[in-house]
């Protein structure tokens, strides 16, 4: 392939008007608080065939479909985006974070993957002429292809919505982003069956081999991988110019995990993901790179993949109105209750499920990556392709209004403040020792350095003591935080906080409230003070001194 004077010249302006368009459309969603990846993909139909292609049908063929050469060049530049914004998300997971929410993410995932798998399959399978079957006697493999559908999570739309809802790192955040990824691992294997039963697997691995490979790959990555990652990273940072020297390296990385995935049969963007996280979990990786390489990934690549899937085809003259509502029906029913059930299952209050549930719901590039495979390999026809990627549009949308309302609920108790990774056994001999202990603990959360809470609270805590009755403790500041927040420390060793009784502490909580809500300190303080001033329920909670029993006493 040969690009001519006038190819590259109408391939620069393509991608410049495309820029341009996302960038437009993007700030416009970002006014109405939505993520702005929903204004990148509305953008590019906007300026596909469903609106500019119909209204300017020459200009718009002679920017995008008039040469082969075009097209070919168009393809590879969004294949490489895809695969920049999923090792871009990797590497703002936090893996040592992901791991700690393994019961919750696995219930979440395995029931994120079944509930809509078996939906999908159920109704795919005994209705097929209502979601739009091409080919009769592909029943089995339409019904497998629609349950993996309707399983798949959008990785690169969910990372992107979270991080525009500044809740990536957040417990929530991390559940769905270690669930999505388990997600969409089960749903590529189920995807690659259907591959292989249409005569397509890669480079002729069977099944066992693309499964076998796909684990091994993980494991080596996550495991040896990510410890040499990290004792290499320093090496190149110090012996390169920065950050020049560390950016190549993460590419490099990110696109032979990408090359070594799609090899076996599992789309590339999943390797590049995978290595992603071993390369974000270092700890010499600098923030000031990290930043770097998600602006301009996010900003230049990411909106040519988006927008490009409006590209493809005429939403309006493909449009049908019962295949898009069944699939939209089938789409929040089989993700929301299986995902929601699924983190409520993993101890997750119901709120808090429910905002996982809209927050898996989000199908966006994943959705339409398989939507344009089946397309192209002949499994689906264009009003199917138009109702996926309407399904991916909507649930994208819908996926962050619908997880604020269940997020910014506000408060009702004490209670509802517990997390149960802010329950901790502590050592301390002395009052200053356990407050900075449980300033440490909170920082990461609320993002503010442990020394600014630890003074805060130690400044309160010299003005009047904060020991009340039957051995609780409780310091408390005002900060400039936008949601209060809860840590208890469980001592092994009696710490006297002058109590009214006299009676040493054995339990200490940390009670942090925004700077601007005098009342809800109060109420709070209130609330805790009067659960303590029970000593049978106090009695019950020191029986069983660890933090899983705590947590369990006190959210009941």
Known sequence: MNLSASDITLFLVGISVMLFFARAFGEISRRFKQPIVMGEIVAG?????TIFGMLFPDFFNLLFTSS????????????????????????????????????????????GVLFPFVVGFGAAYFFPELLGIVNIEQRLVFALFVGTALSITALPVVAKTLMDLNIFK???????????????????????IILSMLGTASHGLNFGATVGLTFLFIGVILVIGRKLIN??????????????????????????????TEYIGIHAIFGSFIIGIAIGDSAHLKEQTKEIIQQFITNIFAPLFFVSIGLRVNFIANFDIVIVLVFLILAFAGKV????????????????????????????????????????????NEKVFVALVIMALFTSITSAPLM????????????????????????????TAVIKELASLCAPTIKLNAEVIYEEVLKREEIIPTGIANTLALPHARLNIQKPIIAIALL????????????????????????????????LLSEIAKYFGNKEKVDELLADFNPQSVYQQLVK
Do not use: H
């Open 337 to 380: 209750i299986g995902c929601g059930l699924g983190a409520y299952w993993g101890g997750m209050k119901k709120d808090d499920a429910l905002a996982v549930g809209f927050g898996m719901n989000s199908r966006g590039a994943m959705e339409i990556i398989l939507g344009i495979l089946a397309f192209n390999f002949g499994l689906i």
């Open 404 to 431: 604020t309302i269940f997020l910014n609920r506000k408060k009702k108790s004490f209670k509802d403040l517990v997390n149960k990774n802010l329950i901790i056994v502590s050592e301390a001999t002395d009052k």
């Open 492 to 523: 092994k060793n009696e710490i006297d906080f002058e109590a009214a009784d006299n009676i040493p502490s054995k339990i200490v909580i940390l009670l942090l409230t925004p700077k601007t809500d005098n009342e809800l300190q109060l109420k």
């Open 45 to 49: 139909i906007v300026l596909g065939p």
């Open 170 to 192: 957040s417990e929530i955040g991390t559940v769905i982003i270690a669930s999505a990824m388990v997600n969409d691992l089960f749903g590529w294997i189920i995807f690659s």
């Open 68 to 111: 082969k050469n075009i097209s070919i060049a168009y393809e590879g530049l969004t294949t490489l985006a895809v695969i920049m914004l999923l090792l871009v998300s990797g590497l703002e997971v936090d893996l040592s974070v992901v791991l700690k929410q393994g019961k919750t993410a696995v219930t979440t995932s395995l029931m």
């Open 231 to 260: 004792l290499v990273i320093p090496a190149i940072q110090t012996k390169t110019s920065f950050p020049g020297g560390v950016i190549n390296f993460i590419l490099i990385l990110g696109f032979l995990g990408a090359a070594f």
